[in-house]
């Protein structure tokens, strides 16, 4: 299959019943992706098409590991992905989103590309806390975290704009 139709998938011509299919995610991937926040993974992606006569069924298992930065220390490191999810495209006169998951096609539509929604749903499976596990973190990163900030030199607080001065001597007092 030529690499910009790998992810299309028939819709008109495909026959009713279970369809499966295959995708090996790598980094060319993610660098064909405008803005992406993840350049490097590998990911697996098991489509299952159940095609009926109008509407078919794409329910999508992803599995693998993308390369993101620590939130704790910064340095990058592969996470471990897992997701299910399902999308609908239901045949019709027009092309409609409905939601997220269901979408409108017209019948006479001989594919669908899945691209953007691989992508979606590699996104939406990487942890909003995404940190080394314990002890692999960046050490020299984590003792510059550690240390408290200087505290402000007198001499940088008499060249303080007097308006900040002002407010810094306001405290609020709890009746």
Not at 80 to 106: H, M, N, R, Y
């Amino acid at each position: 299959m030529e690499k910009e139709n790998e992810f299309l998938i028939p819709v008109s011509g495909l026959a009713l019943g279970v369809h499966d299919f295959r995708f090996d995610i790598n980094d060319d991937f993610f660098a064909d992706m405008d803005y992406s926040e993840v350049k490097q993974g590998h990911v697996t992606v098991s489509l299952e098409v159940v095609r009926e006569e109008m509407m078919l069924t794409l329910n999508f298992h992803i599995e693998g590991e993308v390369r993101v930065p620590c939130d704790r220390c910064g340095d990058e490191f592969n996470i471990p992905i897992q997701s299910e999810q399902v999308f609908c495209i239901k045949l019709g006169a027009e092309e409609v989103e409905e939601s997220d998951d269901v979408v409108v096609v017209p019948a006479e539509e001989h594919a669908y590309d899945i691209r953007s929604l691989v992508y979606e749903y590699i996104i939406l499976s990487i942890p909003m806390h995404r940190v080394h596990p314990e002890g692999e973190c960046n050490p020299e990163a984590l003792a510059l975290l550690s240390h408290d900030p200087e505290p402000i030199a007198e001499e940088e607080e008499s060249t303080m704009d007097p308006r900040w001065a002002a407010l810094k001597d306001l405290k609020i007092e709890d009746n």
